[in-house]
């Protein structure tokens, strides 16, 4: 059964301090790893996808890394528009049940403090 | 512009009483799926649609239908909501099945009294 596990489940951070979130995952075959944003009362927002180990993404502040069992958002000097909650998700390469459907983490809520 | 609209965003209603959560997108995506977000659990699929008139369940299928007549639109079907499904559902549609974004609707936050 794959698996996704997200830490710290909450996060609090002065702006312009730098972190990172982390997701760790167990599946069958990756096929993709994706990083979500989703602000309250509304839908996820998507904002990077990951293939392999060693591969390096990255947007504005946020830049994503992924291993072969890890992946991680690293905020640099983050804002409070940053303040949100991320998901990260798996898809496998060979899915059980729900087939090609992405397997969700819980999320971290990341609260950036002017 | 590119979006996933959901209808209603807030409904309430009784157990036992039949309703359907309307999706419809308009990226002519062939993908799309519905997803329930429940505290502590995270988003979980509940069906999804690799194309028109081709559906299957995803991990949480039970109590709930939906259908693809048309490519643009996937309704999400309770036939005898029960509290249990009480939860914020979401919509998604991608171009293809893997490997590609998957874009979201505002969600529905159900309640079954």
């Known amino acids: 059964e794959d698996q996704v596990t997200q830490s710290p489940e909450a996060l609090r951070l002065q702006e312009g301090e730098s972190s990172s979130l982390n997701c760790s995952y167990t599946?069958?075959?990756?096929?993709?790893l994706f990083w979500y944003r989703q602000d309250p009362g509304k839908g996820p927002e998507f904002l990077f996808t990951?293939?392999?180990a060693g591969e390096e993404k990255e947007k504005e502040r946020l830049k994503a890394t992924l291993t072969k069992k890890e992946s991680f958002l690293h905020i640099t000097a983050p804002k409070p528009e940053d303040s949100a909650t991320y998901l990260c998700?798996?898809?496998?390469?060979?899915?059980?049940?729900?087939?090609?459907?992405?397997?969700f983490g819980k999320g971290t809520h990341l609260i950036i403090q002017p | 512009e590119a979006q996933v609209t959901q209808n209603p965003r807030y409904l309430i209603t009784v157990t036992g009483k039949k309703l359907t959560v309307t999706c419809s997108q308009n990226?002519?995506?062939?993908?799309m799926s519905w997803y329930r977000q429940d505290p502590g659990l995270g988003l979980r699929q509940i069906y999804y649609?690799?194309?028109?008139?081709?559906?299957d369940k995803g991990d949480v299928p039970e109590g709930y239908k939906v259908s693809r007549k048309e490519k643009r639109n996937f309704p999400l079907i309770l036939e005898s909501p029960s509290p249990n499904q009480t939860s914020l559902y979401f919509c998604?549609?991608?171009?293809?099945?893997?490997?590609?974004?998957?874009?979201f609707g505002q969600g529905t936050r159900l309640t079954v009294v």
């Open positions: 990226m002519n995506h062939e993908y």
């Open positions: 998604a549609s991608s171009f293809a099945s893997v490997n590609t974004e998957a874009f």
């Open positions: 990951l293939y392999s």
């Open positions: 599946v069958s075959g990756l096929r993709g």
């Open positions: 649609s690799m194309n028109v008139e081709v559906t």
């Open positions: 998700a798996v898809q496998a390469r060979y899915s059980g049940g729900g087939a090609d459907g992405l397997t």
